[in-house]
Protein backbone atom coordinates (compact mmCIF):
# COMPACT_ATOMS: atom_id res chain seq x y z
CA UNK A 1 0.00 0.00 0.00
CA UNK A 2 1.72 3.39 -1.14
CA UNK A 3 0.89 6.85 0.74
CA UNK A 4 -1.71 7.93 -1.58
CA UNK A 5 -3.66 4.47 -1.27
CA UNK A 6 -3.78 4.90 2.75
CA UNK A 7 -6.61 7.37 2.29
CA UNK A 8 -8.84 5.06 0.08
CA UNK A 9 -7.89 1.93 2.67
CA UNK A 10 -9.08 3.91 5.77
CA UNK A 11 -12.53 4.82 3.47
CA UNK A 12 -13.17 1.22 2.34
CA UNK A 13 -12.49 -0.14 6.12
CA UNK A 14 -14.97 2.72 7.31
CA UNK A 15 -17.33 1.76 4.61
CA UNK A 16 -16.90 -1.92 5.25
CA UNK A 17 -17.33 -1.53 9.60
CA UNK A 18 -20.37 0.50 8.59
CA UNK A 19 -21.98 -2.32 6.42
CA UNK A 20 -20.79 -5.10 9.48
CA UNK A 21 -22.57 -2.99 11.83
CA UNK A 22 -26.10 -2.41 9.73
CA UNK A 23 -25.95 -6.42 9.37
CA UNK A 24 -25.31 -7.00 13.00
CA UNK A 25 -28.34 -4.09 13.94
CA UNK A 26 -30.04 -6.45 12.21
CA UNK A 27 -29.82 -9.26 14.29
CA UNK A 28 -30.44 -7.35 17.44
CA UNK A 29 -26.53 -7.30 18.00
CA UNK A 30 -25.31 -3.96 19.13
CA UNK A 31 -21.82 -2.54 17.91
CA UNK A 32 -19.27 0.40 18.86
CA UNK A 33 -17.31 2.53 16.78
CA UNK A 34 -13.97 3.61 18.24
CA UNK A 35 -11.01 5.38 17.31
CA UNK A 36 -9.36 2.50 15.52
CA UNK A 37 -11.41 -0.24 15.21
CA UNK A 38 -15.45 -1.00 15.14
CA UNK A 39 -16.34 -3.68 17.35
CA UNK A 40 -19.42 -6.11 18.16
CA UNK A 41 -21.27 -6.03 21.95
CA UNK A 42 -21.78 -9.84 21.20
CA UNK A 43 -21.69 -12.63 18.50
CA UNK A 44 -21.45 -10.99 14.69
CA UNK A 45 -23.48 -13.32 12.28
CA UNK A 46 -21.99 -15.53 10.32
CA UNK A 47 -19.60 -14.72 8.00
CA UNK A 48 -19.57 -10.95 9.44
CA UNK A 49 -16.30 -10.20 12.07
CA UNK A 50 -16.81 -9.37 15.42
CA UNK A 51 -14.41 -6.09 14.33
CA UNK A 52 -13.20 -4.38 12.03
CA UNK A 53 -9.99 -2.09 12.51
CA UNK A 54 -9.96 0.82 11.17
CA UNK A 55 -6.88 3.04 11.24
CA UNK A 56 -3.36 0.93 10.94
CA UNK A 57 -1.27 -0.18 13.81
CA UNK A 58 -4.44 -0.89 16.29
CA UNK A 59 -3.56 -1.72 19.94
CA UNK A 60 -4.28 -5.93 19.38
CA UNK A 61 -4.67 -6.20 23.35
CA UNK A 62 -7.49 -3.32 23.46
CA UNK A 63 -8.95 -4.54 20.53
CA UNK A 64 -9.63 -8.88 21.42
CA UNK A 65 -10.40 -6.85 24.71
CA UNK A 66 -13.92 -5.47 22.79
CA UNK A 67 -14.92 -8.85 21.80
CA UNK A 68 -16.50 -11.83 22.56
CA UNK A 69 -14.16 -15.04 22.95
CA UNK A 70 -15.91 -17.28 24.53
CA UNK A 71 -18.15 -18.87 22.40
CA UNK A 72 -16.72 -20.13 18.92
CA UNK A 73 -16.32 -17.92 15.75
CA UNK A 74 -14.88 -14.80 17.16
CA UNK A 75 -13.38 -12.73 14.26
CA UNK A 76 -11.34 -9.90 13.64
CA UNK A 77 -11.03 -7.93 10.18
CA UNK A 78 -7.63 -6.81 10.20
CA UNK A 79 -8.13 -3.82 7.54
CA UNK A 80 -4.78 -2.98 6.94
CA UNK A 81 -3.06 -6.33 7.49
CA UNK A 82 -0.46 -5.54 9.87
CA UNK A 83 -1.78 -7.26 13.28
CA UNK A 84 -0.52 -10.24 15.01
CA UNK A 85 -2.99 -11.96 16.70
CA UNK A 86 -1.83 -15.03 17.25
CA UNK A 87 -0.49 -14.44 20.72
CA UNK A 88 -4.23 -14.38 21.31
CA UNK A 89 -5.48 -17.49 19.81
CA UNK A 90 -6.37 -16.37 16.48
CA UNK A 91 -4.88 -17.72 13.12
CA UNK A 92 -5.42 -16.12 9.81
CA UNK A 93 -8.09 -17.12 8.13
CA UNK A 94 -7.86 -15.52 4.62
CA UNK A 95 -6.14 -12.86 3.32
CA UNK A 96 -8.13 -10.22 0.34
CA UNK A 97 -7.10 -6.91 -1.06
CA UNK A 98 -9.22 -3.60 -0.81
CA UNK A 99 -10.68 -2.92 -4.56
CA UNK A 100 -10.96 0.78 -5.50
CA UNK A 101 -13.10 2.24 -8.73
CA UNK A 102 -12.93 5.94 -9.44
CA UNK A 103 -16.73 7.70 -10.03
CA UNK A 104 -17.93 7.56 -13.34
CA UNK A 105 -17.04 11.01 -15.25
CA UNK A 106 -20.22 11.08 -16.60
CA UNK A 107 -23.17 9.86 -17.92
CA UNK A 108 -21.27 8.51 -20.82
CA UNK A 109 -18.55 6.74 -18.97
CA UNK A 110 -21.48 4.68 -16.85
CA UNK A 111 -21.32 0.99 -18.70
CA UNK A 112 -24.15 -0.06 -20.40
CA UNK A 113 -27.31 -1.82 -18.51
CA UNK A 114 -27.20 -5.83 -19.80
CA UNK A 115 -29.53 -6.27 -22.62
CA UNK A 116 -30.85 -9.16 -20.72
CA UNK A 117 -31.06 -8.07 -17.75
CA UNK A 118 -32.97 -5.11 -15.81
CA UNK A 119 -32.11 -3.60 -12.19
CA UNK A 120 -33.59 -2.63 -9.41
CA UNK A 121 -33.06 -2.31 -5.70
CA UNK A 122 -35.23 -4.53 -3.52
CA UNK A 123 -37.75 -2.48 -1.47
CA UNK A 124 -40.20 -4.83 0.06
CA UNK A 125 -39.84 -8.55 2.58
CA UNK A 126 -40.87 -10.31 -0.47
CA UNK A 127 -38.05 -9.15 -2.78
CA UNK A 128 -35.38 -9.28 -0.18
CA UNK A 129 -36.50 -13.17 0.13
CA UNK A 130 -35.99 -13.82 -3.42
CA UNK A 131 -32.70 -11.92 -3.74
CA UNK A 132 -31.33 -13.89 -0.39
CA UNK A 133 -32.18 -17.25 -1.97
CA UNK A 134 -30.90 -16.13 -5.32
CA UNK A 135 -27.71 -15.10 -3.60
CA UNK A 136 -27.51 -18.24 -1.40
CA UNK A 137 -27.98 -20.94 -4.20
CA UNK A 138 -29.17 -23.20 -1.86
CA UNK A 139 -26.73 -23.43 0.77
CA UNK A 140 -29.08 -22.59 3.40
CA UNK A 141 -27.58 -19.05 4.68
CA UNK A 142 -31.04 -16.86 3.25
CA UNK A 143 -32.04 -15.75 6.12
CA UNK A 144 -28.61 -14.07 7.14
CA UNK A 145 -30.87 -11.05 5.22
CA UNK A 146 -33.18 -9.87 7.70
CA UNK A 147 -35.87 -7.56 6.73
CA UNK A 148 -34.29 -4.82 9.11
CA UNK A 149 -31.69 -4.08 6.60
CA UNK A 150 -34.67 -2.71 4.76
CA UNK A 151 -34.66 -0.01 7.22
CA UNK A 152 -31.58 1.27 7.33
CA UNK A 153 -31.59 4.51 4.92
CA UNK A 154 -27.59 3.96 3.58
CA UNK A 155 -28.05 -0.06 2.18
CA UNK A 156 -29.05 -0.79 -1.37
CA UNK A 157 -29.68 -4.28 -2.12
CA UNK A 158 -29.58 -4.66 -6.37
CA UNK A 159 -31.27 -6.81 -8.10
CA UNK A 160 -30.79 -8.25 -11.76
CA UNK A 161 -33.75 -10.29 -12.98
CA UNK A 162 -34.10 -12.15 -15.95
CA UNK A 163 -36.80 -12.00 -19.12
CA UNK A 164 -38.92 -14.66 -16.86
CA UNK A 165 -38.64 -12.25 -13.64
CA UNK A 166 -36.42 -14.55 -11.51
CA UNK A 167 -33.34 -13.08 -9.96
CA UNK A 168 -30.23 -14.02 -11.14
CA UNK A 169 -27.83 -11.19 -10.09
CA UNK A 170 -27.25 -8.87 -7.52
CA UNK A 171 -25.35 -7.26 -4.67
CA UNK A 172 -25.17 -5.23 -1.84
CA UNK A 173 -23.90 -1.38 -1.56
CA UNK A 174 -23.45 0.64 1.23
CA UNK A 175 -23.16 4.60 0.57
CA UNK A 176 -20.81 6.21 3.12
CA UNK A 177 -19.54 9.96 3.53
CA UNK A 178 -17.06 9.72 0.65
CA UNK A 179 -17.15 6.03 -0.76
CA UNK A 180 -20.27 3.36 -1.63
CA UNK A 181 -19.11 0.12 -0.94
CA UNK A 182 -20.57 -2.84 -2.91
CA UNK A 183 -19.94 -6.64 -1.31
CA UNK A 184 -22.20 -9.84 -1.92
CA UNK A 185 -21.73 -10.11 -6.02
CA UNK A 186 -23.31 -13.07 -6.90
CA UNK A 187 -24.53 -14.03 -10.61
CA UNK A 188 -26.37 -17.49 -10.31
CA UNK A 189 -25.41 -18.19 -13.95
CA UNK A 190 -21.88 -17.31 -14.79
CA UNK A 191 -20.43 -15.92 -11.01
CA UNK A 192 -19.67 -12.35 -10.30
CA UNK A 193 -18.33 -12.02 -14.03
CA UNK A 194 -21.86 -12.23 -15.13
CA UNK A 195 -23.14 -9.91 -12.67
CA UNK A 196 -20.54 -6.82 -12.33
CA UNK A 197 -22.15 -4.93 -15.29
CA UNK A 198 -25.24 -4.91 -14.11
CA UNK A 199 -24.07 -3.94 -10.69
CA UNK A 200 -21.95 -1.31 -12.09
CA UNK A 201 -24.27 0.23 -14.57
CA UNK A 202 -26.98 0.57 -11.32
CA UNK A 203 -23.92 1.72 -8.54
CA UNK A 204 -23.53 4.47 -11.15
CA UNK A 205 -26.62 5.95 -11.79
CA UNK A 206 -27.52 5.53 -7.85
CA UNK A 207 -24.19 6.95 -7.05
CA UNK A 208 -22.60 8.72 -9.97
CA UNK A 209 -20.30 10.91 -8.05
CA UNK A 210 -19.01 7.99 -5.33
CA UNK A 211 -15.65 5.91 -5.82
CA UNK A 212 -16.74 2.20 -5.46
CA UNK A 213 -14.69 0.30 -2.77
CA UNK A 214 -15.04 -3.06 -2.00
CA UNK A 215 -12.72 -6.20 -1.12
CA UNK A 216 -12.02 -9.36 -2.99
CA UNK A 217 -9.49 -12.67 -3.54
CA UNK A 218 -8.30 -15.09 -5.60
CA UNK A 219 -9.92 -15.30 -8.90
CA UNK A 220 -12.78 -12.89 -7.86
CA UNK A 221 -9.97 -10.43 -7.59
CA UNK A 222 -9.16 -11.10 -10.82
CA UNK A 223 -12.77 -10.21 -12.01
CA UNK A 224 -12.62 -7.27 -10.19
CA UNK A 225 -10.10 -6.03 -11.93
CA UNK A 226 -11.18 -6.57 -14.85
CA UNK A 227 -14.07 -4.35 -14.57
CA UNK A 228 -12.11 -1.70 -13.69
CA UNK A 229 -10.94 -2.04 -10.21
CA UNK A 230 -7.74 -1.41 -8.48
CA UNK A 231 -6.14 -3.28 -5.55
CA UNK A 232 -5.06 -0.59 -3.30
CA UNK A 233 -3.79 -2.68 0.06
CA UNK A 234 -4.06 -5.96 1.93
CA UNK A 235 -6.59 -7.38 4.76
CA UNK A 236 -6.48 -10.41 6.57
CA UNK A 237 -8.90 -11.69 8.48
CA UNK A 238 -8.48 -13.52 12.06
CA UNK A 239 -10.58 -16.41 13.35
CA UNK A 240 -10.46 -17.33 17.03
CA UNK A 241 -9.22 -20.94 17.77
CA UNK A 242 -10.12 -24.06 15.43
Not at 20 to 34: D, P
Not at 101 to 106: H, I, L, Q, Y
Not at 193 to 203: D, E, F, I, R, Y
Not at 209 to 238: C, K, M, N, Q
Amino acid sequence: MTTSQQPLVRAAARNNAEWCAAMCRAHGVAGEFGSEAWAAAGRAPLFYPDAVTLEPGADPDALVARIDRGSPGASVKDSFADLDLTGAGFRALFEAQWIHRPAGADALARPPEPADLAWDVVGGPDTLRAWALAWDGGAGHAGLFRDGLLDDPETFLILGRSDDGRVVAGAVAGRGEHVVGVSNVFGRDGGPGAAWPLVLHALDWLFPTLPVVGYESGDDLETAVRHGFEPVGPLRVWLHGG
